[in-house]
């Protein structure tokens, strides 16, 4: 396993870092307090200059006009972009876009791929990925009540959706709905296209999070599908197989996101450190100065570093390996590193004492909406259980095989 970084890779992460504190770290202020029509130009001017720099969409298909980077790369990006909550809409790998480009890669039709395609990499359309129900558990999906069901050439979708992120302004949804309900659990689903200004595609709410509404891109929403009518020609891929499309996209997604959630850490701890290398004390004392503070910045550098390394290693094992192989560390990434970047976030807001608890830094922004990292992308306690029983199925077979004894 080879973690040097070619010369090129170094050159294209020292740009977009300065690009950061520079361009994007400054904007966070209006990202605060300006109502989203007011910020969404400004935003929007970053992003022209970003394709300018030819920066634009790292992780996305050349053949659309992104820079499809190497997945160990692209995670050394990510981090980066992690730093701030723009970063990554900024440079166009925003999820839930990026995913939602992958799947149309590779399993749109050639028509699916001009109209939906092509807009959503260039940053002309948005789009989101509609699953979650709020009666039933996300962390038990094929447990889904949203159905489509054949009628003429349409597929007739009914079903109440909530946690749709960024579906405010979005042109489309990909939804997943049961199509096959007498298949075995895992063939029931299939995810279909549907246009957000189909009739029955009703966004109730933008939901509030921890006292946060959102609006724009930065909105979970509500959404009733009520008889809502789409031609069968929107499925993607075929028909029963939205399980196994998103499962294969999550070893990727999951490496986007826990090198998100480091970047987060970092500039955590990098503000945790400044903050208290500067803030006075006593006389002639500043807070750096506290051995429990000393301590604070000395585990969180060594649980990021730590984190890092194993998502590296996670990255490494998927590109070489394949998804398959590597499942034990893609679950094991998404609790360790979520809770790194907790604990970290935690730390730098008190380190900041009331300073922290405002919006004068972005720590109390990270505070609130960084929680749910523990809960999307399949709740933590999913993914210990899971890991825990695949270390334990050897334990057990030997057990069953009588050679595992107490004494
Ligand atoms: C900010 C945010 C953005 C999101 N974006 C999207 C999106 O764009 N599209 C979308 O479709 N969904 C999205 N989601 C939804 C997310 O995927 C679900 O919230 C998640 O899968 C958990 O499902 P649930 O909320 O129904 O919790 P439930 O499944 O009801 O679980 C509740 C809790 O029970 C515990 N639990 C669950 N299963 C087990 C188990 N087997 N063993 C032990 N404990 C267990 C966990 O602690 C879990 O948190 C988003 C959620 C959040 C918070």
């Known amino acids: 396993m080879d973690f040097s970084i070619p010369k090129d890779t170094q050159l294209m992460l020292d740009l977009i870092q300065e690009f950061m504190e520079k361009e994007v770290y400054p904007l966070e ?44 790369d692209f995670a050394l990006v990510s981090e980066i972009l992690g730093t701030s909550p723009l970063g990554h809409y900024v440079f166009g790998t925003q999820a839930p876009d990026a995913g939602n480009i992958e799947i149309l890669h590779k399993y749109g039709t050639p028509e699916q791929k001009e109209r939906w395609l092509r807009p959503l990499v260039e940053g002309k359309i948005r789009s989101c990925f ?44 990909i939804v997943m709905a049961v199509t096959n309900p007498d298949a075995p659990p895992y063939q029931r689903a299939s995810m279909i296209i549907v246009p957000t200004d189909t009739p029955g595609f009703d966004l109730v709410r933008n939901i509030n999070i921890m006292g946060h509404k959102g609006g724009g891109y930065f909105s979970h929403a509500e959404i009733l599908y009520h008889s809502c009518r789409v031609p069968q020609s929107n499925l993607l891929g075929p028909e029963g197989a939205g399980f196994r499309i998103a499962q294969e996209r999550l070893g990727p997604g999951r490496i986007h996101h826990t090198m998100r959630w480091l970047g987060v850490a970092r500039r955590a701890l990098d503000l945790m450190v400044s903050y208290a290398a500067r803030r006075p004390i006593a006389p002639g004392q500043v807070l750096a100065d506290k051995e429990i503070i000393q301590a604070w910045i000395a585990e969180s550098a060594a649980e990021i570093q730590a984190a890092r390394a ?61 929680r749910a990292a523990r809960i999307y992308d399949g709740a933590d306690e999913v993914h210990k259980v899971s890991l825990a029983k695949r270390i334990l199925r050897p334990y057990r077979e030997q057990m069953e095989a009588g050679r595992n004894r107490l004494r």
């Not at 910020?39 to 053949?63: I, T």
């Not at 604990?343 to 972005?362: C, E, F, N, S, Y």
Request: charged share 20%; glycine share 8%.
């Open 130 to 173: 509609s699953m979650t129900e709020v009666e039933m558990p996300g962390s038990n999906p094929v447990y889904m009540e949203t159905t489509a069901v054949k009628d003429g050439g349409d597929y007739v979708i009914n079903g109440q959706k909530w946690y749709t992120t960024a579906a405010d302004g979005a042109a489309f949804a």
């Open 310 to 370: 194993l998502t590296l290693q996670t990255a490494w094992r998927i590109e070489h390996l394949g998804w398959k192989e590597t499942r034990q560390e893609i679950s094991m990434i998404k609790f360790l590193v979520a809770n790194t970047m907790q604990k970290v976030v935690d730390r730098a807001l008190q380190v900041h004492g009331g300073l922290g608890m405002t919006d004068d830094t972005i720590l109390a922004y990270f505070y609130r909406h960084e």
């Open 29 to 72: 202020q209006n990202f605060l307090n300006e109502p989203p029509e007011v910020f969404q130009p400004r935003l929007d001017a970053l992003r022209e200059k970003v394709k300018q720099m030819g920066l634009w969409g790292p992780a996305q298909p050349k053949e659309y006009g992104g820079m499809e980077l190497p997945l160990t």
